[in-house]
């Protein structure tokens, strides 16, 4: 259900009230965006920097570091649209008390859920990077003829 359908069904509010809603929930998006534009940039120039510095150390290790730097700045991308749309929905909820606090918790989780999401397949494929070469040579060892 998309929040201007949300807005609609369930606020009870007049036309006029839900465009000037819907006018600066679309502003508080586009400054939103505007900042993770700015955070993103000054992010991509401090992971070159110590990707640079880190490739004389264990170019294996920068591969993963700017592997977590994607998986971080996508979670904080989809965090930032859920927020920007649990705040209007909980916004327009203050007028019943009890769907407020629901609202607000519903929005805020979906970050955690976004973190956990790439989380999971980000590790797995990590540790299948670092463990099958560690696996392989155990049993060269080991099982050797």
């Not at 490739?55 to 649209?81: C, E, N, Q």
């Not at 929905?89 to 607000?104: E, F, H, N, Q, Y």
């Not at 976004?114 to 080991?142: D, E, N």
């Amino acid at each position: 259900m998309s929040s201007m359908h949300y807005l609609i069904v369930f606020s009870g509010v007049s036309l006029f009230e839900l465009s000037v809603v819907f006018f600066l929930s679309q502003k508080i998006r586009d400054e939103a965006m505007t900042f993770l534009r700015e955070e993103y940039k000054i992010i991509a120039l401090v992971a070159i920097i110590a990707g640079l510095i880190g490739y004389f150390m264990s170019p294996l290790a920068v591969l993963l570091f700017i592997y977590g730097v994607v998986l971080s700045m996508r979670t904080g991308f989809i965090g930032m649209h859920a927020a920007t749309d649990a705040n209007v929905r909980t916004t327009m909820s203050a007028r019943d008390k009890g769907a407020l606090v629901v609202i607000g918790h519903l929005g805020g989780g979906i970050m955690g859920l976004a973190v956990h999401s790439f989380g999971l397949p980000g590790l797995s494929i990590i540790l299948f990077i670092i463990i099958t070469p560690l696996i392989t040579t155990i049993k060269r060892f080991y099982f050797a003829t």
